[in-house]
């Protein structure tokens, strides 16, 4: 059984900032592309952002770009999400996947995705 763990997720004020965590040990981390996705309430799971397995490359949502960061730490088999300038509208719950695709603009919907976290929750007060 495989499955990520993330951490991180909280109660923040407009403009302020998160950072979030996952793990997955039971995975050999550099051999997987790895992403964020997000999902609130009565809306589809949707990618916020996406790091190849080599680092050559990332892709984020148009509504964050600039904002977050995606960043991982392969020796810690550890994926990594800075958050800031946050808006209301990024409340949601936040999930981590293994193994899709992280390339072009086929990297978003959670289909492809075999390993998926619980989730944290991140909320953003007006």
């Known amino acids: 059984q495989v499955q990520p763990v993330e951490s991180g997720g909280g109660l923040v004020q407009a403009g302020g900032s998160l950072g979030l965590s996952c793990t997955a040990s039971?995975?050999?981390?550099?051999?997987?592309?790895m992403a964020w996705f997000l999902q609130a309430p009565g809306k589809e799971r949707d990618g916020v952002s996406c790091?190849?397995?080599?680092?050559?490359?990332?892709y984020y949502a148009d509504s964050v770009r600039g904002r977050f960061t995606i960043a991982r730490d392969n020796a810690k088999n550890t994926l990594y999400l800075q958050m800031n300038s946050l808006k209301p509208e990024d409340t949601a719950m936040y999930y981590c996947a293994a193994g899709g695709p992280c390339s072009g603009g086929k990297w978003s919907l959670p289909g492809p995705y075999p390993y998926w976290g619980q989730g944290t929750q991140v909320t953003v007060s007006s």
């Open positions: 039971e995975l050999t981390f550099d051999d997987y592309n």
């Open positions: 790091i190849h397995w080599s680092v050559r490359s990332t």
